[in-house]
Structure formats: structure tokens, C-alpha cells
């Protein structure tokens, strides 16, 4: 979308020059299609009486409007003509909200550009595990983290109690007050954006909480804006519990040029309150989130947090075991303003050891601006390796998979497959890297006095596969997650090899 483009306008940024008649129309269908994606009621209804079921909603549109986006073979028809040059006889509003849907995606992306941090030990350690998210998770999981810098709660614990919650939010048991706190608020965003650069806007309010349990979340959000320069995303399960509050922050979030909002919507209730208070045009730029049990079959749940515990019970609601699961969305500092504590966590796919969904690399604790900033540097000091040594012992992932055949050896994962060509000996080499028992430096030894490969090569190809998140850089997890025999076991697991006949 660009606004020189004189069919389409961008819809996240300023609108003041965008005409009222295309954000009605693109407000109203993603209204119509929030309602066709939940309400299993409303699809019949639809499919009744297609014009009656849009009047309903009180929207201006027509049945032409929209069958192009709830029908797949008419999706994929016109993705085709599209890319053949163009498709006269569609609705201009149907190419307004795919172009719109584009620009959400495109600001994904720019979202994770510009959460690269400066300092150049965490922005390696970053791409590292966007590497390793791609290669554990699959491409098409993986793609939706945007690896933020951090992330922030302002309140122990969440009143809402999902069944689903991802990240297994505690009870509620109080929140951390706005008044009092004012200073030690802004001086820890000073202290944030020192400690990892300007990327420190991309952080946001909320984790294991509803920003929304916080009465003062609006001077939070206004003081984050006030010190980094930009609106932090909202994301609430509470977005109909007060419609007038809900208003307001939507309104202050758009005075400070707020990008994208999110409304979970945990019932169909929740769904009908949000549509009956707020308009399609205010809701433009809020994404209403399907989480309600009628949804499930289409937006399946990650297998992540409190979710696992009922995994058998309501297994149709959530991913397949085959899919990588976490809703977990950050690369960085995990603060809770509570218990002034503040953590290094990464994605990971939930398991019995990381039910979360990402591991915690290091804890901290501070009790001053001052202080939170030598935790920060502290923890990337200690944990954010920017390149292999040559005393790191050479130890894949163990859910890599080495195949050798003839001078080539392929690493398989969920998500990638890697070819590493013109390696002599290269089944011993497989085994090597499957063994986990040698450092760098004792296998580029071992390889140019065996095969006559310069021992540069050897170091270059491990730091192909180290930059590309393949070693294992998993740490120990909580003492309560595993008993000392799994942690032993763990280590002991090897990577699978397998050495072919060819060449
Ligand atoms: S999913 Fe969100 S709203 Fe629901 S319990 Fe977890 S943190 Fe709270």
C-alpha cells in the first residue's frame, strides 16, 4: 500500500487525508468478516439470507462485497487474476481490505527491524533465536513472532482467567500503583532504553496479566510513550468489560499514533458487547482476536501455559502435536513491576520442561532504575554470546536431524532444511557433529589432520551452523521442572544421524 498510489491508502498511519468512505468500508468489512469468523450462528444466518444477515450489522455493504474473502476458491481466484494484472469486476472494497491486511503484515516485519537491539551481544543472541524459532517452530509459526525487545507487567497475576492462558497467568493479587511510583516508572524506561538502545519502544505492557486489571494503565502508557517515543500495543481480554474505558484508551492510543490494538475475545458475549459499544470505524485498527470455543476449529489454540493441562479434555480446540506451540513473543526482558524482578527469556516450543513456551535464561531482581539497568547489562554480558569460541563444545540442538550423503551433509529440523555441500568425509563429519563430545577448536583440529580441511573452513562452517541457531543453547531449566536424572538425560541425548551409500 503506498499513498501514491492514487486506488489504495495506508490505513496505520495518519488518516486525516483518507476518505471517509474507504475506512467505513474497510472498517465494515473486517466487522462482517469478525462476526462470519466467530459467530457459527451468524454464518447460518448468512448463508439464509446473505443481504439480510449484512443488514443486521447495520452495515452499507453487499454480499459482493464480501464473498470474495470468506470463500476460499473465490480467494484464490482472485489472488490469480491479480497476479495476472487485475480483476475489474471486484469490489474496489474487497482489494481496499486485502491491501489492508498487507500493511498489517508489512508492519510486522517493520516491527522486527526495529527491534534490533543496539548493543551488538543481544542483537546477535536475537537473530540467533529468530533462527532457531524458524528451524524448532516451522516457517509459518515462527513468522508471527516479532521478537520484542521486552515486555513489562505492571500487575501480579490476571483476573481474567483464561483456561487457554499461554503463559499460565497466576491469580490475581494486586497491581503496582501508578501514584508514588512515578519516578521509578520513567527512570526504569530511561534505564531500559540505556541498557538496550531506542529498540526499547517496541516493548509493550503486558505478559501473564490484563494491562486493563491496572487502573492507572493509562499513565503508564502515556509516560512510555513520553520517554520512547512510541505508543505501546495494547492487548486486553477486557475490552468489553467497560466500554467507555476501552473508548478512551483507544482515543488516547490514536493521540499518540498508535499503529495496532488487540481485543481477545474469550466468548461470543464478549464479541456482542464489543460490536454494540464501539463502531466499525473506531474498531478499524483494533484486532479482535478469536479465542471464544466456537472459533477453536478455525484459530486452534497454542498447546502452551494452562492449555496443556487440558490437552486431552479439549484437544479440538488446540494445535496438533506435529505444530510448534507458544504464544510467547519476546527476545529480551521479561520486568515484573511487583516484584522488581526482570528476566531473559526466548521463544521456545512448550514441552514438559518449557510449558511456557520459552525458556528463562537468567532472573534478576533490582530495587532502583540504576539498579535495573546492571541487571540488564549483567545478563547480556553473561548470557548473550555474539560468536562461537573456540572452546564451545560443538552440540546441536537435539531436535536436529544429520543426513550425509556422499560430500554433502543436510541438518533437518521442523522448519529447515540446510545443505552443506563439498565436505570431504563427510559421514565423519556427521558423526562428529552428532557426537557432541569435541570443542570447536578440537574438531577443525581433528578435520585438517583426517581430511585435510583447513582448519578456517571448519570454524566458518560452525559458525554457519552456531548463527543459524542449530547449536544447543537451551539452558538448565527451573529446578521444579526437572529432576536431576532428566536434566543428565538431556544432555546425554543424542542427534540423530544418518550416513547414505551415494558417492
Ligand atoms: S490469556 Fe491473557 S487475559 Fe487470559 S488469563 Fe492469560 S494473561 Fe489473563
Redesign the pocket.
Known amino acids: 500500500v503506498t499513498t501514491t498510489n492514487p486506488q489504495f491508502h495506508a490505513l496505520l498511519g495518519d488518516l486525516s487525508g483518507v476518505p471517509e468512505h474507504y475506512i467505513s468500508a474497510v472498517a465494515q468489512t473486517k466487522r462482517f468478516l469478525e462476526r462470519w469468523t466467530m459467530d457459527p450462528s451468524y454464518r447460518d444466518r448468512y448463508l439464509d439470507d446473505p443481504q439480510g444477515a449484512i443488514d443486521d450489522l447495520g452495515l452499507q455493504l453487499t454480499p459482493a462485497q464480501v464473498e470474495p474473502l470468506i470463500d476460499n476458491a473465490a480467494a484464490r481466484a482472485l489472488t490469480a487474476l491479480l497476479k495476472e494484472g487485475g480483476a475489474p469486476d471486484v469490489p474496489e472494497s474487497v482489494l481496499w481490505y486485502r491491501a489492508f491486511i498487507q500493511e498489517k503484515v508489512s508492519h510486522r516485519g517493520d516491527s522486527r527491524t526495529d527491534g534490533v537491539p543496539a548493543d551488538p551481544r543481544l542483537a546477535a543472541w536475537r537473530q540467533r533465536q529468530i533462527n532457531r524459532c524458524v528451524s524448532e517452530l516451522g516457517a509459518h509459526k515462527a513468522d508471527a513472532i516479532v521478537h520484542g525487545p521486552l515486555a513489562v507487567e505492571l500487575a501480579k497475576g ?1 483476573t ?3 483456561w487457554f ?3 499460565a ?1 497466576p491469580k490475581f493479587e494486586h497491581t503496582w500503583p501508578y501514584q508514588g511510583n512515578e519516578e521509578f516508572w520513567r527512570g526504569s524506561l530511561h534505564a531500559l532504553r540505556e541498557a538496550i538502545g531506542p529498540c526499547a519502544r517496541q516493548g509493550f505492557l503486558y505478559w ?3 494491562p486493563l486489571d491496572n487502573p492507572a494503565y493509562e499513565s503508564f502508557l502515556a509516560d512510555f510513550h513520553a520517554v520512547l517515543g512510541r505508543c505501546p500495543q495494547t492487548t486486553t ?1 477486557m475490552g468489553q468489560k467497560d466500554i467507555e474505558r476501552s473508548r478512551r484508551i483507544l482515543r488516547l492510543a490514536a493521540s499518540m499514533d498508535s499503529v495496532i490494538d488487540r481485543f ?1 475475545i474469550i466468548a461470543l458475549n464478549s464479541l456482542y458487547k464489543v460490536h454494540e459499544g464501539l463502531s466499525p470505524e473506531e474498531l478499524l485498527r483494533v484486532e479482535l482476536v478469536p479465542q471464544n470455543r466456537e472459533s477453536a476449529e478455525r484459530a486452534p489454540k497454542s498447546n502452551a501455559g494452562r492449555a496443556r493441562r487440558f490437552a486431552e479434555k479439549r484437544s479440538g480446540e488446540l494445535v496438533g502435536e506435529d505444530t510448534g506451540s507458544t504464544i510467547a513473543c519476546i527476545s529480551g526482558f521479561l520486568l515484573n513491576m511487583v516484584d522488581k524482578t526482570v528476566r531473559l527469556i526466548t521463544p521456545c516450543n512448550a514441552s514438559p520442561r518449557w510449558p511456557l513456551g520459552y525458556w528463562t535464561l537468567e532472573t534478576c531482581t533490582f530495587d532502583s532504575p540504576e539498579g535495573l539497568f546492571a541487571a540488564i547489562t549483567g545478563m547480556i554480558e553473561r548470557n548473550c554470546r555474539p560468536h562461537l569460541r573456540v572452546d564451545d563444545p560443538v552440540r546441536l540442538r537435539s531436535d536436529v536431524r544429520l543426513e550425509a550423503e556422499g560430500a554433502e551433509i543436510r541438518v533437518l529440523t521442523l522448519g529447515t532444511r540446510l545443505r552443506l555441500g563439498g565436505q570431504p568425509d563427510a559421514a565423519s563429519l556427521a558423526e562428529r557433529l552428532g557426537g557432541g563430545e569435541l570443542t570447536v577448536g578440537e574438531l577443525a583440529a581433528l578435520r585438517a589432520t583426517e581430511s585435510q580441511v583447513p582448519m578456517t573452513d571448519t570454524m566458518s562452517l560452525l559458525d554457519q551452523l552456531f548463527t543459524q541457531g542449530m547449536f544447543d543453547e537451551e539452558p538448565t531449566p527451573p529446578a521444579d521442572a526437572l529432576t536431576a536424572a532428566e536434566v543428565a538425560a538431556r544432555r546425554a541425548e543424542p542427534v540423530a544421524v544418518s550416513i547414505g551409500s551415494r558417492g
Do not use: E, K, L
Request: glycine fraction near 16%; charged fraction near 10%.
Open positions: 490476571c481474567v482467567g483464561c492462558c499461554g503463559v497467568a501473564a496479566t490484563d481480554a481477545s
